[in-house]
T-cell receptor
Framework: GDSVTQMEGPVTLSEEAFLTINCTYTATGYPSLFWYVQYPGEGLQLLLKATKADDKGSNKGFEATYRKETTSFHLEKGSVQVSDSAVYFCAITANTGNQFYFGTGTSLTVIP | DAGITQSPRYKITETGRQVTLMCHQTWSHSYMFWYRQDLGHGLRLIYYSAAADITDKGEVPDGYVVSRSKTENFPLTLESATRSQTSVYFC?????????????FGPGTRLLVL
């Protein structure tokens, strides 16, 4: 079945460091790929998405590219800020389906 | 501007009791979802609904009941709560079921079953 494997955390970085959170997926067909972010005490918010191969999603300085050949959707940011401290979830959904499959989440803490 | 709300935000109950978690959305989205979030598992789908009076099971439906008599409401009931149902529960909604559709999440309900 469809599934998502996400880099385990927690991750601790200094402010202005480079961030990569790895995400790979297993799916039949051509899924859409998402990154959601969860700030402390809140629900999940969409960070970015990509719906076809080679698409790049971007938002708030974060980027991820849909790599069909490696079934990956790694999240990157060139210079993290303290306000980026949150839990990040990779997710996929089949183009004809209702169900999202989420990774286990990666906790990021950015220290000044 | 309410979006999607959940109540209560925090709930403590005892094993065997019935508990209902409420979810309300103001966007008139067709689809609504219930997830539970547990350490090491991420989010897992419990039930979803495509429209009023249409519901279907997700990955982990056992022990839960849902209903959707109105488009805007999607309550989740634990008929006889168990300790394994201690979790954070998130409600979500989306315009349609297409794979490209974004799901919008509520703030969550933290449930502790003693």
């Amino acid at each position: 079945g469809d599934s998502v494997t996400q880099m385990e955390g927690p991750v601790t970085l200094s402010e202005e460091a480079f961030l990569t959170i790895n995400c790979t997926y297993t799916a039949t067909g051509y899924p859409s790929l998402f990154w959601y972010v969860q700030y402390p005490g809140e629900g999940l918010q969409l960070l970015l998405k990509a719906t076809k191969a080679d698409d790049k999603g971007s938002n708030k300085g974060f980027e991820a590219t849909y790599r069909k050949e490696t079934t990956s959707f790694h999240l990157e940011k060139g210079s993290v800020q303290v306000s980026d401290s949150a839990v990040y979830f990779c997710a996929i959904t089949a183009n004809t389906g209702n169900q999202f499959y989420f990774g286990t989440g990666t906790s990021l803490t950015v220290i000044p | 501007d309410a979006g999607i709300t959940q109540s209560p935000r925090y709930k403590i109950t005892e094993t065997g009791r019935q508990v209902t978690l409420m979810c309300h959305q103001t966007w008139s989205h067709s689809y609504m979802f219930w997830y539970r979030q547990d350490l090491g598992h991420g989010l897992r789908l419990i039930y979803y609904s495509a429209a009023a009076d249409i519901t279907d099971k997700g990955e982990v439906p056992d022990g839960y009941v849902v209903s959707r008599s109105k488009t805007e409401n999607f309550p989740l009931t634990l008929e006889s709560a168990t300790r394994s149902q201690t979790s954070v529960y998130f409600c979500a909604s989306s315009v349609s079921a297409g794979g490209q559709e974004t799901q919008y999440f509520g703030p969550g309900t933290r449930l502790l079953v003693l």
